[in-house]
């Protein structure tokens, strides 16, 4: 077989997994948002469940589910047999996966699921099965054939399941506002977390910041400047609202054009109206500023436009949070 054959071969498995995904968005209906009202509601958390690859999507969208939101554990269907049913409790949700929707160790938790009190969605591609009719809300897969060659392979049923698994998470997310923030504290650790974190993180405060008046001789300014080690420093009014900034490069354009430290201010030398930067923005955003105007340092600011802190793209960098 020759590479074109193969990555034809590719191709046409792509392709059946693309139109089984079409008919799953074709055949969403009321049972979609009511699913949704069901797990909007939830006081307790989300129990996911399915045996062999319905398993292995159940516990990928119970993370999913985790992270963005809505408290969701995996739950084995024959380890639940067995002690771990003791998880499920008033106030949750079960959703159930199974392709045939019969499958034997889901259908076993039936009984005790009802038991308890908790409302079951099933996500099945038969809605004559015995999950289907034994749940509170079907979700229907609406998958006609698996992109397997054989057609036996679980494929184009279990891409739908975490699709589907995918689309009630985030319109859970959606509802319920849930943001980058709340994003970054679900995510502490490796490149994503690095990526997630806050302004307030990195930056400098206190006796650390480089702060002005706009009225203070620029000898005194240079002096500031030097001692802090920003190459830069905020200037303030009366009020100790930020009105400017002024940077090494602002003092070599002053220099250019003539200027006169001895005789100058603050106010002279600053450029007026600087980007600045909030405590709890993310550091990313703070970069793509400093990127997008060419700069390498950023005063952060309170609700009422005083400086309480200072980043610089270093401090960012070091931080290993790259665009």
Not at 105 to 116: A, C, D, R, T
Not at 138 to 150: D, I, T
């Amino acid at each position: 077989m020759t590479p074109e054959e193969i990555i034809e071969h590719g191709r046409k498995i792509i392709e059946e997994e693309i139109k089984g995904l079409e008919s799953l968005k074709e055949g969403l209906d009321e049972n979609f948002a009511k699913a949704v009202e069901l797990l909007l509601s939830c006081k307790g958390k989300v129990i996911l469940t399915g045996i062999g690859k319905s398993g292995h999507i159940a516990r990928k969208i119970a993370s999913t589910l985790s992270s963005t939101g809505t408290p969701a554990h995996f739950l084995h269907p024959s380890e639940a047999l067995h002690g771990d049913l003791g998880v499920i409790d008033k106030g949750d949700v079960v959703i159930a996966i199974s392709n045939s929707g019969q499958s034997a160790e889901v259908l076993q938790l039936l009984p005790y699921i009802k038991m308890l009190g908790v409302p079951l969605i099933a996500i099945t591609n038969r809605p004559d099965s015995d999950l289907a009719k034994y749940s509170d809300v079907h979700l229907f897969l609406n998958v006609e054939k698996e992109a397997c060659p054989l057609r036996l392979a679980p494929t184009t049923s279990s891409t739908a399941s975490l699709v589907l698994g995918d689309a009630l998470a985030m319109t859970l997310l959606i509802l319920k506002g849930f943001t980058k923030e709340d994003f970054a504290l679900r995510h502490p650790a490796g490149a994503l977390g690095r990526k997630l974190r806050l302004v307030k993180d990195l930056y400098h405060t206190g006796e650390e910041v480089p702060i002005v008046k706009e009225d203070q001789p620029m000898r005194e300014v240079i002096l500031e400047m030097t001692s802090k080690g920003f190459g830069a420093t905020a200037v303030v009014d009366d009020e100790g609202k930020l009105v400017g900034i002024i940077t090494d490069g602002d003092l070599r354009r002053f220099v250019k054009r003539g200027g006169n430290f001895d005789t100058s201010r603050a106010r002279d030398v600053m450029t007026r109206n600087p980007k600045t930067a909030k405590a709890h923005e993310m550091a990313l955003e703070a970069l793509r500023r400093m990127e997008e105007h060419k700069i390498t340092v950023l005063i952060v600011t309170d609700e009422e436009n005083r400086p309480e802190g200072i980043i610089h793209l270093h401090d960012i960098l070091r931080a290993e949070i790259n665009l």
